[in-house]
C-alpha cells in the first residue's frame, strides 16, 4: 500500500460526508414533498435507518477482509469467474452512479448557472478537474474533502438561524401516508445517502482499523443529520405543496428568504458555489473509487491510467438521457442498484465469508484481545 | 513532458471551466425593474410593459454628481398572446437581454385579472432568474400608467413600488406577502390577496387590496378589511388606529402583534375558527382641545375600544368571504393540518359549502405600554 493511498481514521467520516452530500440533496425536498407529502421527514428518517444498517453491513464486510479490496475477496468467496463477474457488476455500478452525480449537477448548473454553455463542456470541466486529483491517489484526495467539508459545514449549520420565514404547522399532518407510499418514498429518497459503498473498495485503505465502524456510522448519521436539516427548513419556509411543485427548491428557499446581510443582495450565488464543490467531491471520490476497484479487478499496481478511461466511460454514459424524466429514471435505477449491492452482494458476502471460513473475526473481538495482552503483558 | 503535460491541463482548465459562453457585460443586458400586464382593447391579445433604468443616467458626472438632465428609465410595450413570445420580442428591439434577476414588481391591470392571472405567473415561476421575493399587485385601472408616474425622489416607479410594499410598518394598509407568498395561496386554493395600487403623476398609492377567486380578480377590499387580512396572515408590523372614546380620538401606534389561528371541529361536524389577535403599542396622540389625563380606566376604555374595532373589521371581512364563497386566507390549510379526515372529505366542495358555514371566534387583546412622554 503506498504511503499516498492510505487513510486516516479521523478522514474516513470526511470521505463519508463528502460522497453522501452532492446533488441529490438539492432536489431530495422536492421527491420527499411530492411522494409522501409533509410525511416525506418520516420518509427520510426511514431512509436513513436503511442507509445506517446499510453502512453497518459495509463496514462488516470491510473489517472481514481488512487488507483486501472488493476485487481481492470477491474470487475467494464465490469463485473466479462469478467473482469477476461481480468485480465487473460493481464496476458498472460505480460507472453508472458517477454518471447520474454529474449529469444530475451538469443539467442543475445548466438551468440555474451556465444557460448558453454547452452540456458537454460543464461535464468535461467537472471531470477533467476531478481526473486531476483522483489520479494523485486517495490521501490528497481525503485532505481536499477535509477543507470542502469546512468549507460547507459551517454555512449549513449557520443557515437556520438566517430563516426569518418557517412555520412549524408546514410538517402536519404526520402519518398521512400508507406504509407502501412511505417506503416508496424511502426508497426514492435513498440516492441522497448513498455513497457509504465507496469503503468496499477504499475501506482497505484504512491504516489503523480501530474505530471504523462508529467512525462510518458517523459519517453517515451526520450526512443524514443535514440533510434532514436542509428537508425541513425547505418545509418550513417554502410549504410542503410550492416544495412538491419546484425541481430544485433549495435554490429558490434562498431566493425567497429576506437577505440578512444587506450587501449580499445575491445570497444564493454562495449556496451555488457550497453546492458546485460538494457536486465536485462526490464526483472526485466515485471516480478514484471506480479507478481503483478496476485497477484492483484487473491486478494493476496503480490505479492512475484507469482514471481518465473511467472518466470517458461516464462522460459517454452521462450524455444519454434526453430530458429531465429521463435523468429521474436514470437515477431511479441506481437506487435498485443500490439496494442489491447492499442488501443481496454484502450479506450474502458476509455469510460466505463466516461458512467458508475466509477472512478475520470482526475487529472488535481482536481489538478486545489486544487491549487484554496490552493489560496482562 | 510531465511538466508541459500538466501546464497543458492547467491552461485546458481555465479555457473551458472560465464559463465563457455565458459571459455577458453589463451594457448588453436590460434590467426589468418592472413588468406590467393589460388586456389590449380588443380583449384578446395582451399588453406586456416594461420599465427599463437607463443605467448612463446614473454616471457620475465631470464634477462629482450625477448627470440628472438625461432620461432616467425606459418604458416600452408590445403586444401578443404569450409572455416568452414578448420577451423575445423585447430582447431583438433593444439587441440587449432582458434580466429578470433585478425586477421588483409584476402589475397585472385590473380587467386582465378579471380574465385571470394564472397565465401570467407560470412564466416568472418558471424562470430560474426570477427572485422570488419580488411583490405581485393589482392596479386600478391601466397597470402600465404606474411606470408613468415620476415621483420626484423616485423617479423608477417599480423601485418606489416595491418600497412602500416592503418597507410599510408606518401603516396597516397593505398587504406584504411577496410573490412566493402570493403562489403559495393561489397554487393551494386559487384564492388569495394582492395589494391595490393606482397611480398619479407624481406618485403612487397603495392601499386596500384586491381578492382573487379562482385565479381572477373577484372584488376589492377596503383598508379596513386588508387591515383584517393583515393581523390573519400574521404580517402587521406597525401602523395607527384610531379610536374615539368619549368623542377624543386617540392614536394608537402598533408595535407588535401576533396572530393565532386555530381549527375546532364540533360534535356535528361544525368547524369553527378561533382567531386570537395579541397587540402591544403605544398612545401616540390623544386629539383634544384641553390636556387629557391618562388614567388606567381610560386605558382601559380604549383598549376596549380598540379590541372592538379589529373585532368588528375581522366579523365583517370574514363575513364577506364567506359570503363570496372564497378562502383566501388558508382556513383550508390550517383544516388539513389539524382535521386531515374531514379536509379529505371535504375538500371537493370546500369553499362552495364548508366556508359559508364556518363559524368564527375573535379574540382581541390590544395592550397600550405607554402613552408618550407626558404624565
Not at chain 1, 108 to 118: E, S
Not at chain 2, 327 to 344: A, E, M, V
Request: some cysteine; glycine content about 6%.
Amino acid at each position: 500500500m503506498k504511503t499516498r493511498d492510505t487513510l486516516l481514521n479521523q478522514e474516513i467520516p470526511v470521505i463519508v460526508i463528502n460522497v453522501i452530500l452532492g446533488v441529490a440533496t438539492i432536489n431530495l425536498p422536492s421527491r420527499l414533498a411530492r411522494s409522501a407529502g409533509p410525511d416525506g421527514i418520516i420518509a427520510f428518517i426511514a431512509a436513513s435507518c436503511i442507509a445506517l444498517i446499510a453502512a453497518f453491513l459495509i463496514v462488516c464486510l470491510v473489517m472481514r477482509f481488512p487488507d483486501q479490496g472488493f476485487a481481492e475477496y470477491s474470487p475467494k468467496l464465490v469463485g473466479v469467474i462469478p467473482g469477476f463477474i461481480l468485480n465487473i457488476l460493481l464496476t458498472m455500478y460505480f460507472l453508472y452512479g458517477t454518471a447520474v452525480v454529474l449529469r444530475t449537477f451538469s443539467d442543475t448548473a445548466k438551468v440555474f448557472l451556465l444557460p448558453r454553455t454547452p452540456l458537454e463542456v460543464i461535464m468535461i470541466s467537472m471531470l477533467f478537474t476531478a481526473a486531476v486529483l483522483a489520479r494523485n491517489g486517495l490521501q490528497p484526495i481525503a485532505r481536499s474533502c477535509q477543507i470542502i467539508l469546512f468549507l460547507f459545514f459551517v454555512p449549513l449549520l449557520l443557515l437556520p438561524f438566517f430563516i426569518s420565514i418557517f412555520d412549524f404547522g408546514e410538517f402536519l399532518p404526520l402519518f398521512q401516508t400508507d406504509f407502501h407510499s412511505m417506503m416508496k418514498a424511502a426508497i426514492g429518497s435513498i440516492f441522497a445517502l448513498t455513497g457509504a459503498e465507496v469503503l468496499l473498495v477504499i475501506g482497505s485503505h484504512v491504516h489503523i482499523k480501530r474505530g471504523f465502524m462508529r467512525l462510518t456510522l458517523l459519517g453517515v448519521l451526520t450526512a443524514a443529520a443535514l440533510t434532514l436539516l436542509i428537508v425541513s427548513l425547505t418545509f418550513g419556509s417554502l410549504s410542503v405543496e410550492q416544495t412538491a411543485k419546484l425541481q430544485d427548491p433549495i435554490f429558490e428557499m434562498i431566493k425567497y428568504l429576506p437577505v440578512p446581510v444587506l450587501f449580499i443582495e445575491r445570497v444564493d450565488l454562495f449556496i451555488f458555489g457550497i453546492w458546485i464543490v460538494l457536486a465536485y467531491s462526490t464526483i472526485l471520490i466515485l471516480l478514484f473509487t471506480l479507478s481503483h476497484h478496476l485497477a484492483e479487478t484487473f491486478k494493476v499496481d496503480s490505479s492512475k491510467n484507469f482514471v481518465i478511461p473511467a472518466a470517458v466511460a461516464i462522460y459517454y454514459l452521462a450524455k444519454i438521457p434526453v430530458n429531465d424524466i429521463e435523468i429521474e429514471r436514470f437515477g431511479s435505477f441506481f437506487n435498485i442498484g443500490w439496494l442489491i449491492l447492499v442488501f443481496g452482494i454484502v450479506p450474502l458476502f458476509l455469510l460466505l465469508s463466516y461458512i467458508r471460513k475466509q477472512g478475520q473475526p470482526l475487529l472488535a473481538k481482536s481489538e478486545k484481545k489486544e487491549k487484554k495482552r496490552k493489560a496482562n503483558p | 513532458m510531465n511538466y508541459r503535460f500538466r501546464l497543458l491541463i492547467i491552461i485546458l482548465l481555465a479555457v473551458i471551466s472560465a464559463g465563457c459562453w455565458d459571459s455577458k457585460d453589463i451594457d448588453k443586458r436590460s434590467f426589468v425593474m418592472g413588468v406590467a400586464f393589460d388586456l389590449e382593447k380588443t380583449g384578446q391579445d395582451l399588453v406586456m410593459t416594461l420599465e427599463l433604468p437607463v443605467l448612463k443616467s446614473f454616471e457620475t458626472g465631470t464634477d462629482g454628481g450625477s448627470s440628472n438632465t438625461k432620461k432616467t428609465k425606459a418604458v416600452i410595450s408590445t403586444t401578443g398572446t404569450s409572455i416568452a413570445k414578448m420577451a423575445a420580442g423585447f430582447e431583438a428591439r433593444l439587441w440587449r437581454e432582458l434580466s429578470f434577476g433585478h425586477t421588483k414588481v409584476i402589475i397585472i391591470g385590473e380587467e386582465l385579472a378579471r380574465e385571470g392571472i394564472g397565465e401570467i405567473i407560470d412564466f416568472f415561476d418558471r424562470n430560474p432568474k426570477v427572485e422570488r421575493r419580488l411583490k405581485l399587485v393589482i392596479a386600478q385601472g391601466e397597470a402600465r400608467d404606474i411606470f408613468k408616474t415620476a415621483a420626484v425622489r423616485e423617479p423608477i416607479a417599480s423601485t418606489y413600488l416595491y418600497q412602500m410594499l416592503e418597507v410599510v410598518t408606518p401603516t396597516t394598509r397593505v398587504i406584504t406577502h411577496n410573490f412566493q407568498d402570493s403562489l403559495r395561496y393561489l397554487e393551494h386554493n386559487g384564492d388569495t390577496i394582492l395589494p391595490r395600487v393606482r397611480g398619479t403623476d407624481e406618485e403612487l398609492i397603495v392601499a386596500g387590496s384586491a381578492l382573487i377567486k379562482d385565479y381572477k380578480f373577484n372584488a376589492w377590499l377596503g383598508e379596513n378589511e386588508t387591515r383584517a387580512v393583515a393581523f390573519i396572515f400574521n404580517t402587521v408590523l406597525g401602523g395607527v388606529i384610531t379610536a374615539n372614546v368619549d368623542n377624543i380620538n386617540y392614536s394608537y401606534a402598533i408595535r407588535k402583534t401576533t396572530t393565532k389561528i386555530r381549527p375546532q371541529l364540533g360534535d356535528n361536524n361544525q368547524l369553527v375558527f378561533t382567531i386570537d389577535i395579541n397587540a402591544k403599542g403605544d398612545i401616540t396622540e390623544v386629539f383634544s382641545e384641553v390636556p387629557v389625563n391618562i388614567t388606567e380606566d381610560l386605558i382601559k376604555k380604549i383598549q376596549a375600544k380598540l379590541n372592538q374595532i379589529i373585532a368588528d373589521d375581522m366579523h365583517h371581512t370574514l363575513k364577506k368571504f364567506q359570503e363570496l364563497k372564497t378562502d383566501p386566507i388558508g382556513l383550508s390549510i390550517l383544516t388539513k393540518r389539524r382535521y386531515p379526515k374531514f379536509w379529505n372529505q371535504n375538500k371537493a366542495h370546500w369553499k362552495e359549502v364548508i366556508v359559508p358555514e364556518i363559524k368564527f371566534e375573535v379574540k382581541t387583546n390590544f395592550i397600550i405600554r405607554h402613552a408618550g412622554i407626558l404624565s
